[in-house]
């Protein structure tokens, strides 16, 4: 390797143990996510454990092979993986809808920064390649001129050419190692240059974290607060899959979380922010023969309790008569609907 190529080779060389780096710890955090209840939410589970699968194969293969169309697939799969959550975030998702956190927040700066990095990886030329590149352009200089040359003898004596009609490439091109690959563009082939590979990645980071921003300023966040009851505010019933369950003023299922006692909730910080609590003192509408009580919360705020369950909402609902948090395992406990007669 000449002096020339090293210092391109030890960037890329970074640039491999970096982008394989980030796309492991993308992997890594939606294992955690996965094993803590991400597997019990239907089609979202599954989602995620391909993601787990996908993000660590690729991540193996940018470290081992460093090859660029290898990089281009982790980049594409950074992207992708970003734009999934931002829809979650925005609009939901399988009936499961993203809140705004701290470790969201933290994984989708580290996709955006993944794909920087594999993009460029993928589009700028290995140490070798532009040696090669240089070769094959000289290569096919001096393959022209043979020919050239050799029709110019054969034309002078009577004879015809050997140039194939139509083609730039002669017979003595073919002779002298002329390749199909070389057809192709060279920036296809062979990268383009740092400045354009570092403009275009710029480009597509500036939209992402656009992007990112917008969406996570839009999203409900992860407090942990009950937010004051409506003066006048009542619980009522409504009938899901057959079965009575309690809603709230809104029309919006109740739900119990396994873990509480009658006198605490456990679900704070982004717990609460995937299962807002509800706020209380609430009324008792018709066919609410349950008891009605008030909790305080680990910040303050009061939150209603249905026969000795606090009560929540969850937002991967979005309007009456769904049920889409039933039976999660999620957030360290499983959640309920909660039936006016229980």
Not at 14 to 31: E, F, Q
Not at 90 to 99: A, T, Y
Request: glycine share 16%; hydrophobic share 45%.
């Amino acid at each position: 390797m000449s002096a020339e190529q090293r210092p391109v080779a030890g960037l890329r060389l970074l640039l491999r143990v970096v982008g394989a780096g980030l796309l492991i710890a993308t992997a890594a955090m939606h294992l955690d996510l996965y094993l803590t209840g991400y597997n019990s939410i239907p089609t979202i589970g599954p989602l995620f454990l391909f993601q787990v699968i996908v993000a660590f194969a690729l991540g193996g293969l940018v470290l081992v092979t460093g090859n660029r169309l290898v990089a281009a697939l982790g980049a594409g799969f950074a992207l992708a993986t970003l734009g999934g959550y931002l829809i979650t975030v925005q609009f939901g998702l399988f009936g499961f809808r993203e809140v705004r956190t701290t470790a969201g927040t933290v994984a989708g700066i580290i996709e955006v920064v993944a794909f920087a990095v594999l993009a460029y990886l993928a589009a700028t030329p290995s140490a070798g390649a532009a040696a090669v590149g240089s070769g094959s352009a000289a290569r096919r200089s001096g393959s022209a001129e043979a020919a050239a040359a050799t029709a110019a003898r054969r034309g002078g004596v009577g004879g015809t050419s050997d140039a194939v009609p139509g083609s730039v490439h002669t017979a003595a091109d073919r002779g002298s190692g002329w390749a199909a690959s070389d057809r192709l563009p060279d920036w296809l082939t062979a990268g383009v240059s740092p400045l354009l590979a570092v403009l275009g990645v710029a480009a597509v980071v500036v939209v992402a974290f656009g992007l990112l921003g917008g969406a996570l300023a839009g999203a409900g966040s992860s407090s942990s607060s009950a937010t004051s009851a409506s003066s006048g505010a009542e619980l009522k019933t409504a009938s899901i899959g057959g079965t009575t369950v309690l809603v709230n003023s809104a029309g919006l299922t109740l739900y119990s979380f396994a873990p509480d006692t009658s006198s605490k909730s456990v679900c704070n910080g982004s717990c609460a922010g995937y299962w807002p609590p509800l706020a209380g003192p609430l009324k008792a509408g018709p066919g609410v023969t349950g008891s009605l009580a008030t909790i305080k919360r680990a910040d303050g705020s009061v939150q209603e309790t249905y026969n000795g369950h606090p009560l929540y909402t969850y937002v991967g609902d979005s309007g009456p008569g769904q049920d889409n948090g039933n039976n999660l395992n999620l957030n360290g406990g499983l959640w309920r609907v909660v039936p006016v007669a229980g």
